[in-house]
């Protein structure tokens, strides 16, 4: 007898299983862990017990014979194979979960949704505190968990990878994967500490712009932007001494030194009191950027995915 290939068998090492023999509850845990990178997270999320979250883990990995996490410190780093497997998993148990939802309406206030939003601090300043006023009334039960952005390519393959539902900030992207919304229109400015010696002058010229050092918001520490490319063509550069990937932390650190803050204008004017920094415009035009809301074609149809949008969308016209 011919035996006939199953096209629902999983390989890891020496070790095939089928896909029937699994018990997809166990999928559910895999997925949680590695989005999460903690059991003790993960058994939160999923209603269960941390013992619970560790039984199904290890009858997982007698399952399909592969450790698949690994623990480094307090994070469960996951081993080649459960990298492999984790988007997959997650794009099917999305699909699972549209199909249910689309049986049941949705209702906010009896949702439980725990929603992952890629995003530099921008949106945390700016954005989020409207966002969280607005789900207290509407739906108590959401939770919101930022994670830091790591770039902007990065951020685009970890959404489509499905380790979060949305991404906030300004990508660029081509092709039907993603969909985006603008949420507002928003401008560069600088941000200095009051008193600060390149404001002897009633206006901040571009000399006084390169003169002087700068801090700069960068997510993986290159040194160089727009100002960069404006004062060369006064044919003049600009000193960083110091690059960080949060805005708080640039902004702060201008307002303990002399160093310059080219920052969005609605960064600089959230932190302005707390700081206590002057605001000025740039010494030559520029235009205004774009914050915006991106998305998933997967989930693009999904309920509460979509009041979560609208959501996000509401706070911004109100933020």
């Known amino acids: 007898m011919t035996n006939r290939s199953d096209p629902y068998r999983l390989s890891s090492g020496a070790m095939t299983v089928s896909f029937h023999e699994l018990d997809l509850n166990l999928l559910r845990v895999f997925d949680e862990v590695s989005a999460r990178g903690s059991v003790t997270e993960a058994a939160a999320a999923l209603g269960k017990t941390q013992s619970g979250v560790s039984t199904a883990l290890r ?3 007698e399952a399909l014979g592969d450790e698949l996490f690994v623990r480094a410190g307090h994070v469960m780093q996951p081993t080649p194979f459960a990298t492999q497997l984790a988007p997959r998993v997650r794009s099917a ?17 009896d949702s439980q949704m725990v929603a992952r939003v890629l995003s530099s601090d921008y949106a945390p300043l700016t954005l989020l505190p409207r966002l969280v006023d607005l789900l207290s009334v509407e739906a108590p039960g959401v939770a919101i968990r930022v994670r830091g952005s790591e770039g902007k390519a990065r951020d685009l393959q970890l959404l489509g990878e499905g380790h979060a539902e949305l991404a906030i900030g300004y990508y660029e992207a081509d092709g039907a994967t993603f969909h985006r919304r603008t949420l507002w229109q928003d401008e560069l400015v600088v941000a200095v500490r009051r008193g600060h010696p390149a404001l002897r002058e009633q206006e901040l010229g571009v000399e006084a712009l390169a003169e002087h050092p700068h801090v700069m918001q960068s997510q993986v520490g290159d040194a160089t932007g727009l100002v960069d490319a404006k004062l060369a063509e006064h044919g003049l550069r600009r000193s960083v001494i110091v690059t960080a990937p949060y805005f708080a932390s640039v902004c702060r650190i201008a307002a303990r030194s002399n160093a310059i803050a080219v ?7 959230t932190l302005r009191e707390d700081f206590d920094l002057a605001v000025h415009p740039l010494p030559f035009e520029h235009g ?12 693009d149809g999904d309920p509460s995915h979509r009041w979560l949008r609208e959501c996000v969308y509401r706070a911004a016209c109100c933020a």
Request: proline residues 10%; positive net charge; aromatic residues 10%.
């Open 263 to 269: 920052v969005p204008r609605r960064i600089a004017e």
């Open 288 to 299: 205004s950027f774009p914050l915006q809301l991106w998305w998933t074609d997967r989930l």
């Open 59 to 61: 009858r997982l990995r």
């Open 93 to 109: 148990l999305e699909a699972l979960r549209v199909a249910v939802d689309e049986q049941a309406p949705f209702v906010p206030r």
